[in-house]
Antibody, heavy 120, light 109 residues
Framework: QLQLQESGPGLVKPSETLSLTCTVS??????????WGWIRQPPGKGLEWIGS???????NYNPSLKSRVTISVDTSKNQFSLKLSSVTAADTAVYYC????????????WGQGTLVTVSS | EIVLTQSPGTLSLSPGERATLSCRAS???????LAWYQQKPGQAPRLLIY???TRATGIPDRFSGSGSGTDFTLTISRLEPEDFAVYYC??????????FGQGTRLEIK
């Protein structure tokens, strides 16, 4: 059974960089036809796609966040990562990692999510 | 940007009743690229329907999806207690590449 697990700091100071890693177990991150992505959800609000990556390194980002986002993949560790720079309180959210099947069309496996709070 | 508008915002029904949830897109969405998710409090979303009408693995057949173009519908034929949750539609292919509707809360009447 495929499992995804987010890890990283739960508290980030304003203007700093948020860094999260998603570890994939029970399957290879290098398999097709899957992308691997990050989706966030501010407390009490809806879902926002941040971006996705293919194991070969091809990325897609949400234009509203593109200038601040980097998603990378480490196939040797079966992990992919998110970096979001210059964070503000508006970036406070539960961050989910997910497998996107059909070459990135839909999210069929999700991590449990991790709450990241931006506060000094 | 393709905006997905879900209605109603909140739907109050009783177990055993039929639920009909709507998702309207601001531009035409390829049916293959329309999905529905269920989210319960404190949990990650779960994929219910993809390709507008295909149930994901393990999803009961009381859940069905339909629609094309700009109008899509999720129907739950007979509500079970565990179906009360928030439901999101999602599209792929516009800009941003992936967007979600704002959600419909299905609550027990």
């Amino acid at each position: 059974q495929l499992q995804l697990q987010e890890s990283g700091p739960g508290l980030v100071k304003p203007s700093e960089t948020l860094s999260l890693t998603c570890t994939v177990s029970g399957g290879s991150i290098s398999s097709s036809p899957y992308y691997w992505g990050w989706i966030r959800q501010p407390p009490g609000k809806g879902l926002e796609w941040i971006g996705s990556i293919y194991y070969g390194g091809s990325t897609n980002y949400n234009p509203s966040l593109k200038s601040r986002v980097t998603i990378s993949v480490d196939t040797s560790k079966n992990q992919f990562s998110l970096k979001l720079s210059s964070v503000t309180a508006a970036d406070t959210a539960v961050y989910y990692c997910a497998r996107l099947s059909g070459y990135g069309v839909r999210s069929d496996y999700w991590g449990q999510g991790t709450l990241v709070t931006v506060s000094s | 940007e393709i905006v997905l508008t879900q209605s109603p915002g909140t739907l109050s029904l009783s177990p055993g009743e039929r639920a009909t949830l709507s998702c309207r897109a601001s531009q035409s969405v390829t049916s293959s690229y329309l999905a529905w998710y269920q989210q319960k409090p404190g949990q990650a979303p779960r994929l219910l329907i993809y390709g507008a009408s295909t149930r994901a693995t393990g999803i009961p057949d009381r859940f069905s999806g339909s629609g094309s173009g700009t109008d899509f519908t999720l129907t739950i034929s007979r509500l079970e207690p565990e179906d009360f949750a928030v439901y999101y539609c999602q599209q792929y292919g516009g800009s941003p590449l992936i967007t979600f509707g704002q959600g419909t809360r299905l609550e027990i009447k």
